[in-house]
């Protein structure tokens, strides 16, 4: 009995209820999505291999994933993926402190929130890299510069959320701190921040990936390391098995970063709505 | 002095007007005046939008007024006084859902400089006052709206007023849960011998457990009058309710406040 006559017949369910079940509990499973990666690199590899695609820069996946193997454990690769990720959580964290800083105080003084948000607001429809070169002149092509841009980057998202957290906070949570007397600062940590904290959140999640991508943007416009630099320089060397290997770190490291935030999330949220759908 | 013998709390000649300057201004309330004897109940009874919660947090210093005062205990009220405590209507709101049952009635004892141990004591001490002395580790959220409502009432009580301000807090729990809620206000009204004042728009409600009843007319507001309630103590969820004297006020509130809803209408 073939496949597409019980599905034209509609009668799939009662005819092979193992096939549905089978299929049915993959596609329900994360599995199901790493499938369809698994089969696009099976895809990049046959295509190489049989010379569906001959090229120089089109090596087998197999050949890359040596590639990094191997750049991984001389270090080579390592050193510089290290550097990049280095530079982009220096970058990232000023960014957040920044953002949650400026967030909290704008949100909660008009007079200062009057006096700095138009700054704020024109910096962040800039494109990061637009202002790259000039400010090559004033900080150097060094980490200096790239840990900068990284964290011009990671700044108005964190900012955009937590100012908007700082301004929805519910009146009633104010007025409670109010009537039992808490102070200021204990207004602050004690009520503003952890009530803050799921939009706090949300921007740093924004925020984590585009720290990624202004880390690589910079080492390929200026410096000489990181792997935005090897990128660069493993295409003008013609070696596309390198070239894709330091691609494939990259992605994984973003993933693995990616994972790691949404862990450190959730523990801190447990209380929170969001994090009680699953 | 003359605050002495001017009772323990003084609402006086108090108006608050929104807006003005350029936009149009909107008049809350006007010249209110009420005194609270020490240790009494007074409900304020008056219809939705009518300013009840404007008074009662000018009341508690949360907001100022435009004119007129609050004074307590001989002292003008211009910031929230340690010995007054504000019950919110949105307990879900007001409670803090990143904190345990147990962890946001210490919100109140942590300023204090007690000790870890002894926070916790105390925190049990008033949540067994509440009924809730098995859910000291669950969340808020964890908990139904009367259960919540009853976690803000062990954090008032933590606090130690002397004075309770409560802002329609049964008004979101279903009908029985707000005739139990009720029973355990008054219950602990009598125990730790507090002054309250409750805001509401039920009728049913502010006869049941005040002493006394002042009522409200729609914007602006104004005291229309005031009523002894003349009920016997302690009240009784059933009993009370089917006294005599419990009908007839009833019935009598109720008809003032449908005739001047009706008249309104007629008006506009």
Redesign the interface.
């Known amino acids: 009995m073939s496949i597409a006559a019980s599905l034209t017949s509609g009668e799939l369910t009662v005819k092979s209820p193992v096939r549905r079940k089978l299929f049915g509990d993959l596609a329900r499973t994360r599995l199901s999505g790493a499938i369809l990666i698994a089969l696009l690199l099976l895809l990049w590899e046959v295509s190489a291999a049989r010379g569906w695609i001959v090229s120089d820069n089109w090596p087998r996946f197999s050949a890359v994933l040596v590639a990094a193997y191997r750049g991984l454990l001389s270090g080579e690769l390592a050193e510089i993926l290290g550097s990049t990720l280095y530079r982009m959580l220096a970058g990232y964290a000023a960014g957040c402190i920044l953002g949650v800083l400026f967030g909290l105080v704008l949100g909660s003084n008009r007079v200062l929130d009057w006096i700095i948000r138009p700054l704020i607001e024109i910096q962040r429809t800039l494109p990061s890299p637009a202002i790259i070169p000039p400010l090559i002149l004033f900080l150097g092509v060094d980490d200096t510069l790239k840990i900068f841009i990284i964290m011009l980057a990671v700044f108005p998202p964190v900012f955009v959320n937590t100012y908007g957290g700082v301004r929805g906070l ?1 009146e ?2 104010l ?2 701190a ?6 200021r600062f ?1 207004t602050l940590r ?2 503003v921040l ?2 803050t ?1 799921p939009a706090m959140t949300a921007g740093m999640r924004i925020a984590l990936s585009l720290a990624l991508i202004m880390a690589v943007i910079g080492e390929m416009i200026s410096g000489a390391s990181g792997v935005g630099n090897y990128l660069m320089s493993m295409q003008y060397a013609m070696r596309a098995d390198s070239m894709y290997a330091a691609v494939i770190c990259l992605a994984a490291s973003g993933y693995i970063l990616n994972r790691v935030f949404l862990r450190l999330e959730r523990a801190a949220l447990h ?3 969001s994090m009680q759908a699953e | 002095m003359t605050e002495a013998t001017a009772g323990y709390l003084s609402i006086r000649d108090v108006n608050k007007v929104y807006g003005g300057q350029h936009g149009e201004a909107t008049t809350a309330l006007k010249s209110i005046t009420l005194e609270v004897k020490q240790g009494e109940f007074l409900a304020i009874l008056g219809p939705s939008g009518c300013g009840k919660s404007t008074l009662l947090q000018i009341v508690a210093g949360l907001i100022n007024s435009t004119a007129g005062e609050v004074v307590l205990n001989g002292k003008a009220v211009t910031a929230p006084p340690p010995e007054m405590v504000y019950l919110f209507q949105q307990y879900s709101k007001s409670l803090l859902p990143w904190r345990t049952v147990e962890q946001n009635v210490a919100l109140v004892f942590e300023s204090r400089g007690m000790k870890k141990r002894e926070i916790e004591e105390r925190c049990g001490e008033y949540l067994g006052m509440v009924g809730l002395a098995g859910f000291r580790k669950h969340y808020p959220w964890q908990l139904s709206g009367g259960m919540q409502q009853r976690v803000a009432i062990a954090r008032a009580l933590a606090a130690q007023p002397r004075v309770l301000l409560l802002d329609e807090p049964f008004s979101a729990v279903d009908a029985l849960t707000r005739i139990e809620l009720q029973s355990l206000v008054l219950d602990l009204w009598a125990r730790q011998g507090l002054t309250i004042l409750l805001i509401t728009h039920d009728v049913d409600e502010a006869v049941f457990m005040a002493d006394r009843i002042a009522v409200l007319s729609s914007r602006p507001s104004t005291v229309e009058m005031v009523v002894d309630t003349d009920l016997p103590r302690p009240r009784d969820a059933m009993g009370t309710r089917e006294l005599p004297r419990f009908l007839q006020l009833r019935h009598e509130l109720v008809e003032h406040l449908l005739h001047r809803q009706n008249a309104g209408r007629v008006d506009a």
């Open positions: 519910d009633t949570l007025l409670t109010k009537t039992f007397g808490l102070s204990d004690k009520i952890p009530a904290l209380w929170h709505h």
